[in-house]
């Protein structure tokens, strides 16, 4: 669940929680809290720059195979159906990363999963979630781009 634009702005944790739950029905959890201050400054960039983008790995993964993922990406069979997913899409991940090998693997696959949408859309070929947008009274559409 995106949090919303008022629970994302709460002064703290637990009035954004008070917040969520009076919009939702539903709490907001501790991890989504603590991603607050990135989401507001991931979301002044976008409403600066309207090439911005939202992606999400999953979806990115779920567009390069037939929309089903068979195996969840915590699982070896995950971790592999999605490099070889991503080297049949020309996006190959060395064996060696440097420095950036210290990350997770998940994190890694997530990383190349959205630079290959980033060059879709780049390039005039990505496609968004719902495929027409609706656009909010702030002017933003709200879409997963892939």
């Known amino acids: 669940m995106t949090p919303p634009r008022t629970v994302l702005e709460a002064p703290d ?3 954004g929680r008070r917040r969520c739950l009076a919009l939702t029905g539903q709490s907001i959890s501790s991890q989504a809290l603590a991603l607050r201050p990135r989401i507001l400054e991931a979301d002044a960039v976008a409403r600066a720059d309207r090439r ?3 992606v999400h790995p999953e979806v990115s993964f779920a567009a390069l195979t037939d929309g089903h993922l068979a195996f969840a990406k915590s699982t070896w069979a995950g971790i592999v159906l999605r490099r070889r997913l991503l080297t049949d899409a020309c996006i190959v991940l060395p064996d060696n990363l440097g420095s950036a090998g210290a990350a997770g693997v998940d994190d ?3 990383a190349a999963a959205a630079a290959w949408s980033a060059a879709r859309i780049a390039a005039g070929r ?4 719902p495929a027409d947008p609706r656009v909010g009274p702030d002017g933003h559409a709200a879409a997963i781009w892939y």
Not at 126 to 129: A, D, F, K
């Open 13 to 15: 944790p637990d009035e």
């Open 52 to 54: 911005v983008r939202e």
């Open 108 to 110: 890694v696959l997530d």
């Open 126 to 129: 990505g496609r968004s979630l």
